[in-house]
């Protein structure tokens, strides 16, 4: 039998149906890819006890579109099976009673959840996670959704659950040579995952094949929409391109060969996003974590309460102010691509490949993005210096089907020899 954990979600579920092999098999092969490969890459902070039990109970002919398919779960999602810990001490054996509502999800769509991933602490700042990037163990894998990014891209599963509150999906993705998606703010439910910034909280994916992003994207009732035969693409460096190293310039320059391709440059005035977005992102973390704090006094890490004292009254009020800006930018990014017939942008995904240690990374190439409360697709784009690296594409607030179609129309572009950056 070949390895089944090579087979990306879609392909498994194919074999399920034919009977190539059963979803026990599938669970079986997960966890034995773990288990060898787990010491080195550490993406698990716990397994799934009944993993192998719920998989044998699955039936070839099973209709639900995850049936069978093994699951990470990022450790900031509730999960009554698991514990969920938040990579925090505070939470060292917690266990909630009901599932998050996107494992639920998950759940009823018959996924094999195989355990939680590792992740920053909170998602948000503290403890690093201790994983390492499976392209090279001395580099980081990205943060906060270390574990899930590592494990997908390592073939320990297929898909992960992700999230991300300035760049912890799509930056991940981008170092670890995998795809992923940040929807729309607001399409998924975060019921029942640690919150941080709740005005940019977004539940994410990570595959590494945008068809098993699509298959999600059904999974979560995400919208559709079908894309233009030739979609028309806006190269955008974002006001920050001072902060991008040479190969990602240059994975950019490539990416201009590309036909449909145009520069697509934003005004001045949207070189605040990245304050705006954590002048909203500290005050909201700051009420977050107030109630630990109070609680739990002198447990949390340092980061935490360095933001607690900052809530004053002036940084709640351009919490506000700057919470107006946005929106008005976004509205005003929207009727530029529309005015100039743009159907998504691509751009950076981080500044460059994945820096050496274990820290989240820069997420200046996200924040803007997810301020703005707009949909990224994480493409890969190759490699530099033996690291992944890749870009990201972004479309207007709602089209993430829109999106996935042109993402799936250009990735073989973007892998191609003409954007390389490393020689076959």
């Known amino acids: 039998m070949k390895d089944l954990t090579q087979l990306t979600a879609t392909a498994a579920r194919l074999g399920l149906r034919r009977g190539d092999f059963t979803a026990l098999d599938l669970t079986r092969a997960s966890l034995a890819r773990i288990k060898a490969r787990d010491g080195a890459v550490k993406a698990w902070l716990c397994l ?12 070839a002919d099973d209709p639900r579109p995850l049936a069978g398919v093994p699951v990470g779960i990022k450790d900031v999602f509730d999960t009554a099976a698991m514990a969920t810990t938040y990579n925090s001490p505070i939470f060292a054996g917690h266990r909630p009673a ?20 590792d992740t920053t602490e909170f998602a948000a700042a503290g403890r690093n996670a201790a994983t390492c990037n499976p392209a090279s163990f001395a580099h980081t894998p990205g943060g906060s959704s270390a574990g899930s990014a590592a494990a997908v891209a390592d073939f320990h599963v297929p898909l992960a659950l992700s999230t991300q509150t300035g760049g912890s999906t799509i930056r991940p993705a981008s170092f670890c040579g995998i795809t992923a998606i940040k929807p729309s703010f607001g399409l998924i439910s975060t019921e029942g995952m640690k919150r941080y910034a709740p005005s940019f909280d977004t539940v994410g994916f990570h595959a590494r094949d945008i068809a098993d992003l699509t298959l999600m994207a059904q999974v979560f009732d995400l919208p559709t929409a079908a894309a233009p035969t030739a979609p028309r693409i806006g190269l955008c460096n974002t006001p920050y391109v001072d902060h991008l190293t040479p190969p990602m310039a240059a994975l950019m320059a490539g990416a201009s060969r590309m036909p449909s391709a145009q520069s697509f440059d934003l005004p001045p005035a949207f ?17 977050a974590f107030l109630p630990l704090a109070r609680q739990n006094p002198g447990q949390l890490h340092a980061d935490f309460y360095d933001r607690i004292a900052s809530r004053t009254a002036q940084t709640m009020r351009d919490a506000f102010i700057a919470r107006d800006r946005i929106l008005h930018l976004a509205s005003q990014l929207e009727v530029l691509m529309c005015d100039a017939g743009i159907d998504a942008l691509l751009a950076p995904a981080a500044p460059g ?72």
Do not use: Y
Not at 98 to 117: E, F, N, P, S
């Open 98 to 117: 009901t599932d998050a509502a996107a494992v639920g999800l998950l759940r009823a769509a018959g996924a094999i959840i195989i355990g939680k991933t």
């Open 271 to 287: 070189a605040v996003l990245d304050q705006l977005h954590r002048a909203v992102m500290f005050a909201e973390g700051a009420s």
């Open 48 to 59: 799934n006890p009944e993993a192998e039990a719920e998989a044998a109970a699955i039936s």
């Open 353 to 424: 490949t994945a820096p050496l240690g274990c820290t989240p990374g820069d997420p200046v190439f996200n924040s803007l993005w997810t301020a703005m409360q707009m949909p990224c697709v994480a493409l890969t784009g190759g490699s530099a210096n033996g690291l992944p690296i890749g870009l990201q594409l972004i479309g207007p607030r709602g089209s993430d089907g829109l999106l996935l179609q042109i993402a799936s129309r250009i990735a073989p572009f973007l892998a191609s020899k003409e954007t390389a950056l490393d020689p076959a």
